[in-house]
T-cell receptor, first 111, second 113 residues
Framework: DAKTTQPTSMDCAEGRAANLPCNHSTISGNEYVYWYRQIHSQGPQYIIHGLKNNETNEMASLIITEDRKSSTLILPHATLRDTAVYYC????????????FGTGTRLKVLA | NAGVTQTPKFRILKIGQSMTLQCTQDMNHNYMYWYRQDPGMGLKLIYYSVGAGITDKGEVPNGYNVSRSTTEDFPLRLELAAPSQTSVYFCASNPGTEAIGQYFGPGTRLTVT
């Protein structure tokens, strides 16, 4: 089964870019990588996803390595409201829509 | 659209009691999921459904049951509640395409004492 590995926690200064890494070396074939965040105890919020190419939306950018074994979520100008737990997930097995969330990265944006 | 709604928001159960957590989505999504999140931990998949009448186990299904009689509703049943089931429960849905992420509900905070 595919799985992801993320650092437990990171700090970032307000206004600076936050770069959150994720290892997904077991990702298979044409599987997407998804990023979510969870602020306090709210339901997780979808941020962005990607397959092979780098992606950008109004919330963040996603950089995926050429071998697809890792990716980095970039919050270009972190604010205090970006303090949250960030999850990188992939489908457990190709062909199912079953996802496993790990423990994520706890990002703390510092004033 | 209301998105994914969950009821109740909070509940306290005594050991051995039963209850049903309700989840409804109005986006006509085929896939629905139940996760639990223990304090300071990530989300663990309990059950999921790929459509009405079809359900499958996730990582931690013991002590829970689900049913999916309609596209909109995916209730989670706890029989014989135990303290280990104290957690926050999240329901999510997805249209069944990898091009879109999951939509999550606000969660139900359950305490079993």
């Amino acid at each position: 089964d595919a799985k992801t590995t993320q650092p437990t926690s990171m700090d970032c200064a307000e206004g600076r870019a936050a770069n959150l890494p994720c290892n997904h070396s077991t990702i298979s074939g044409n599987e997407y990588v998804y990023w979510y965040r969870q602020i306090h105890s709210q339901g997780p919020q979808y941020i962005i996803h990607g397959l092979k190419n780098n992606e950008t939306n109004e919330m963040a950018s996603l950089i995926i390595t050429e071998d697809r074994k890792s990716s980095t979520l970039i919050l270009p100008h972190a604010t205090l409201r970006d303090t949250a737990v960030y999850y990188c997930i992939v489908r457990v097995t190709s062909g199912t829509y079953k996802y496993i969330f790990g423990t994520g990265t706890r990002l703390k944006v510092l004033a | 659209n209301a998105g994914v709604t969950q009821t109740p928001k909070f509940r306290i159960l005594k050991i051995g009691q039963s209850m049903t957590l309700q989840c409804t989505q109005d986006m006509n999504h085929n896939y629905m999921y139940w996760y639990r999140q223990d304090p300071g931990m990530g989300l663990k998949l309990i059950y999921y459904s790929v459509g009405a009448g079809i359900t499958d186990k996730g990582e931690v299904p013991n002590g829970y049951n689900v049913s999916r009689s309609t596209t909109e509703d995916f209730p989670l049943r706890l029989e014989l509640a135990a303290p280990s089931q104290t957690s926050v429960y999240f329901c999510a849905s997805n249209p069944g395409t990898e091009a879109i992420g999951q939509y999550f509900g606000p969660g139900t905070r359950l305490t079993v004492t």
